[in-house]
T-cell receptor, first 117, second 112 residues
Framework: GAVVSQHPSRVICKSGTSVKIECRSL??????MFWYRQFPKQSLMLMAT?????????EQGVEKDKFLINHASLTLSTLTVTSAHPEDSSFYIC?????????????FGPGTRLTVL | GNSVTQMEGPVTLSEEAFLTINCTYT??????LFWYVQYPGEGLQLLLK?????DKGSNKGFEATYRKETTSFHLEKGSVQVSDSAVYFC???????????FGGGTRLMVKP
Protein backbone atom coordinates (compact mmCIF):
# COMPACT_ATOMS: atom_id res chain seq x y z
CA GLY A 1 0.00 0.00 0.00
CA ALA A 2 0.84 3.65 0.05
CA VAL A 3 -0.75 5.40 2.99
CA VAL A 4 -0.22 9.01 3.94
CA SER A 5 -1.46 10.37 7.23
CA GLN A 6 -1.89 13.90 8.49
CA HIS A 7 -2.11 15.15 12.03
CA PRO A 8 -4.13 16.80 13.30
CA SER A 9 -7.21 16.31 11.17
CA ARG A 10 -8.79 19.43 12.56
CA VAL A 11 -7.40 22.33 14.56
CA ILE A 12 -8.84 25.54 15.90
CA CYS A 13 -6.45 28.20 17.13
CA LYS A 14 -6.41 31.82 18.16
CA SER A 15 -5.12 34.54 15.91
CA GLY A 16 -1.40 35.10 16.36
CA THR A 17 -0.51 31.58 17.39
CA SER A 18 1.44 29.03 15.34
CA VAL A 19 0.13 25.69 14.21
CA LYS A 20 2.13 22.68 13.08
CA ILE A 21 0.69 20.09 10.71
CA GLU A 22 2.42 16.76 10.21
CA CYS A 23 2.40 14.67 7.06
CA ARG A 24 3.68 11.10 7.27
CA SER A 25 4.13 8.38 4.71
CA LEU A 26 3.32 5.27 6.73
CA UNK A 27 4.52 2.43 4.57
CA UNK A 28 6.93 3.96 2.10
CA UNK A 29 9.72 6.48 1.89
CA UNK A 30 8.95 9.73 0.16
CA UNK A 31 11.79 11.84 -1.13
CA UNK A 32 9.29 14.45 -2.24
CA MET A 33 6.19 15.68 -0.47
CA PHE A 34 3.82 18.40 -1.57
CA TRP A 35 1.66 20.81 0.40
CA TYR A 36 -1.60 22.08 -1.02
CA ARG A 37 -4.19 24.51 0.18
CA GLN A 38 -7.83 24.18 -0.74
CA PHE A 39 -10.43 26.88 -0.31
CA PRO A 40 -14.10 25.96 -0.05
CA LYS A 41 -15.48 24.60 -3.30
CA GLN A 42 -12.24 25.28 -5.11
CA SER A 43 -9.38 23.29 -6.53
CA LEU A 44 -6.10 22.55 -4.84
CA MET A 45 -3.42 25.19 -4.91
CA LEU A 46 0.12 23.92 -4.65
CA MET A 47 1.95 25.81 -1.93
CA ALA A 48 5.34 24.16 -1.92
CA THR A 49 7.37 21.13 -2.82
CA UNK A 50 9.30 19.59 0.02
CA UNK A 51 12.41 17.50 -0.57
CA UNK A 52 14.02 15.50 2.20
CA UNK A 53 17.13 17.16 3.54
CA UNK A 54 16.83 20.35 1.53
CA UNK A 55 14.89 23.57 1.53
CA UNK A 56 11.36 23.56 0.24
CA UNK A 57 10.50 25.14 -3.08
CA UNK A 58 7.64 27.57 -2.70
CA GLU A 59 5.17 28.55 -5.37
CA GLN A 60 4.85 32.15 -6.37
CA GLY A 61 2.84 34.17 -3.91
CA VAL A 62 3.34 31.80 -0.98
CA GLU A 63 5.14 33.41 1.94
CA LYS A 64 8.10 31.32 3.04
CA ASP A 65 8.29 32.90 6.47
CA LYS A 66 4.63 32.34 7.14
CA PHE A 67 4.41 28.75 5.96
CA LEU A 68 7.48 26.97 7.26
CA ILE A 69 8.12 23.56 5.78
CA ASN A 70 10.53 21.02 7.18
CA HIS A 71 11.16 17.65 5.56
CA ALA A 72 13.41 16.11 8.18
CA SER A 73 13.13 12.49 7.16
CA LEU A 74 11.95 10.32 4.30
CA THR A 75 8.64 9.75 6.05
CA LEU A 76 7.82 13.09 7.63
CA SER A 77 7.21 16.61 6.44
CA THR A 78 5.76 19.38 8.59
CA LEU A 79 4.00 22.59 7.71
CA THR A 80 3.96 25.30 10.36
CA VAL A 81 1.59 28.20 9.91
CA THR A 82 3.20 30.99 11.88
CA SER A 83 1.30 33.86 13.46
CA ALA A 84 -1.92 32.53 12.04
CA HIS A 85 -4.70 34.90 11.01
CA PRO A 86 -8.32 34.19 10.11
CA GLU A 87 -7.48 34.39 6.39
CA ASP A 88 -5.19 31.38 6.88
CA SER A 89 -8.24 29.27 7.69
CA SER A 90 -8.36 26.59 5.04
CA PHE A 91 -8.05 22.90 4.26
CA TYR A 92 -4.41 21.88 4.00
CA ILE A 93 -3.56 18.69 2.16
CA CYS A 94 -0.23 16.98 1.76
CA UNK A 95 0.82 14.37 -0.73
CA UNK A 96 3.85 12.16 -1.15
CA UNK A 97 5.59 10.89 -4.24
CA UNK A 98 6.47 7.25 -3.86
CA UNK A 99 9.15 7.47 -6.53
CA UNK A 100 10.57 4.57 -8.45
CA UNK A 101 7.44 3.97 -10.46
CA UNK A 102 6.37 5.02 -13.89
CA UNK A 103 3.02 6.45 -12.96
CA UNK A 104 4.23 9.66 -11.32
CA UNK A 105 1.50 9.06 -8.79
CA UNK A 106 1.10 11.06 -5.64
CA UNK A 107 -0.61 9.72 -2.55
CA PHE A 108 -2.66 12.18 -0.57
CA GLY A 109 -3.22 12.61 3.10
CA PRO A 110 -6.76 13.08 4.44
CA GLY A 111 -6.24 16.79 4.98
CA THR A 112 -6.17 19.14 7.95
CA ARG A 113 -8.86 21.71 8.46
CA LEU A 114 -7.45 24.82 10.11
CA THR A 115 -9.75 27.39 11.65
CA VAL A 116 -8.20 30.56 13.00
CA LEU A 117 -10.43 32.57 15.32
CA GLY B 1 3.04 25.49 -19.25
CA ASN B 2 0.83 22.63 -18.22
CA SER B 3 -2.86 23.16 -17.66
CA VAL B 4 -5.99 21.11 -17.13
CA THR B 5 -9.50 22.23 -17.94
CA GLN B 6 -12.55 20.36 -16.79
CA MET B 7 -16.22 21.08 -17.02
CA GLU B 8 -17.69 23.25 -14.34
CA GLY B 9 -20.21 21.83 -12.00
CA PRO B 10 -22.23 21.08 -10.23
CA VAL B 11 -23.43 18.12 -12.22
CA THR B 12 -26.70 16.78 -10.87
CA LEU B 13 -27.89 13.36 -11.96
CA SER B 14 -30.45 10.83 -10.91
CA GLU B 15 -29.30 7.46 -9.67
CA GLU B 16 -28.41 5.03 -12.50
CA ALA B 17 -27.87 7.85 -15.00
CA PHE B 18 -24.85 7.96 -17.30
CA LEU B 19 -22.03 10.25 -16.26
CA THR B 20 -19.50 12.13 -18.34
CA ILE B 21 -17.12 14.71 -16.93
CA ASN B 22 -14.99 16.30 -19.61
CA CYS B 23 -11.29 16.96 -19.11
CA THR B 24 -8.79 18.38 -21.58
CA TYR B 25 -5.16 19.18 -21.00
CA THR B 26 -2.26 21.15 -22.35
CA UNK B 27 1.23 19.80 -21.83
CA UNK B 28 4.46 19.21 -23.65
CA UNK B 29 5.51 15.65 -24.18
CA UNK B 30 3.58 12.77 -22.72
CA UNK B 31 2.15 13.43 -19.28
CA UNK B 32 0.52 10.88 -17.03
CA LEU B 33 -3.15 11.58 -16.44
CA PHE B 34 -5.23 11.03 -13.32
CA TRP B 35 -8.69 11.35 -11.92
CA TYR B 36 -8.93 11.98 -8.20
CA VAL B 37 -12.10 11.95 -6.11
CA GLN B 38 -12.74 13.95 -2.95
CA TYR B 39 -15.59 12.97 -0.70
CA PRO B 40 -16.98 15.61 1.68
CA GLY B 41 -14.51 16.58 4.39
CA GLU B 42 -11.82 14.23 3.14
CA GLY B 43 -8.58 14.37 1.18
CA LEU B 44 -8.12 13.19 -2.36
CA GLN B 45 -8.19 9.59 -3.41
CA LEU B 46 -6.83 8.34 -6.68
CA LEU B 47 -9.69 7.02 -8.77
CA LEU B 48 -7.87 5.96 -11.92
CA LYS B 49 -4.85 6.76 -14.03
CA UNK B 50 -3.34 6.35 -17.49
CA UNK B 51 0.27 6.77 -18.45
CA UNK B 52 0.31 6.68 -22.24
CA UNK B 53 -1.84 7.34 -25.25
CA UNK B 54 -4.85 5.03 -25.71
CA ASP B 55 -4.49 3.64 -22.20
CA LYS B 56 -7.81 3.20 -20.43
CA GLY B 57 -7.89 3.65 -16.69
CA SER B 58 -10.77 2.05 -14.82
CA ASN B 59 -11.92 1.61 -11.25
CA LYS B 60 -15.24 1.19 -9.43
CA GLY B 61 -17.17 1.37 -12.71
CA PHE B 62 -15.47 4.61 -13.77
CA GLU B 63 -13.43 4.75 -16.95
CA ALA B 64 -11.28 7.28 -18.78
CA THR B 65 -9.24 6.90 -21.96
CA TYR B 66 -6.06 8.85 -22.67
CA ARG B 67 -6.71 10.49 -26.03
CA LYS B 68 -3.58 12.18 -27.29
CA GLU B 69 -5.16 13.35 -30.55
CA THR B 70 -7.80 15.34 -28.68
CA THR B 71 -5.70 15.90 -25.53
CA SER B 72 -8.60 14.63 -23.46
CA PHE B 73 -9.21 12.29 -20.56
CA HIS B 74 -12.97 12.30 -20.05
CA LEU B 75 -14.38 10.46 -17.06
CA GLU B 76 -17.38 8.19 -17.62
CA LYS B 77 -19.58 5.88 -15.63
CA GLY B 78 -22.51 3.95 -16.97
CA SER B 79 -24.72 4.04 -13.90
CA VAL B 80 -24.02 6.41 -11.04
CA GLN B 81 -25.00 5.83 -7.43
CA VAL B 82 -25.77 8.24 -4.63
CA SER B 83 -22.47 7.23 -3.05
CA ASP B 84 -20.63 8.64 -6.07
CA SER B 85 -21.54 12.16 -4.98
CA ALA B 86 -18.20 13.92 -4.56
CA VAL B 87 -15.85 16.34 -6.25
CA TYR B 88 -13.81 14.93 -9.11
CA PHE B 89 -10.44 16.36 -10.13
CA CYS B 90 -8.61 15.71 -13.35
CA UNK B 91 -4.84 16.09 -13.11
CA UNK B 92 -1.62 15.56 -15.01
CA UNK B 93 1.97 14.96 -14.03
CA UNK B 94 5.05 15.18 -16.20
CA UNK B 95 7.71 13.44 -14.18
CA UNK B 96 8.23 11.48 -10.99
CA UNK B 97 8.72 13.93 -8.17
CA UNK B 98 7.04 16.63 -10.20
CA UNK B 99 3.99 18.53 -9.19
CA UNK B 100 0.47 17.62 -10.19
CA UNK B 101 -1.48 20.15 -12.17
CA PHE B 102 -5.14 20.01 -11.24
CA GLY B 103 -8.26 21.04 -13.04
CA GLY B 104 -10.77 23.13 -11.16
CA GLY B 105 -12.80 20.18 -9.94
CA THR B 106 -16.34 19.12 -10.80
CA ARG B 107 -18.90 18.54 -8.10
CA LEU B 108 -21.21 15.61 -8.79
CA MET B 109 -24.49 15.27 -6.97
CA VAL B 110 -26.49 12.09 -7.45
CA LYS B 111 -30.09 12.08 -6.28
CA PRO B 112 -32.04 8.95 -5.38
Amino acid sequence: GAVVSQHPSRVICKSGTSVKIECRSLDFQATTMFWYRQFPKQSLMLMATSNEGSKATYEQGVEKDKFLINHASLTLSTLTVTSAHPEDSSFYICSADKGGNSYNEQFFGPGTRLTVL
Amino acid sequence: GNSVTQMEGPVTLSEEAFLTINCTYTATGYPSLFWYVQYPGEGLQLLLKATKADDKGSNKGFEATYRKETTSFHLEKGSVQVSDSAVYFCALSRNAGNMLTFGGGTRLMVKP
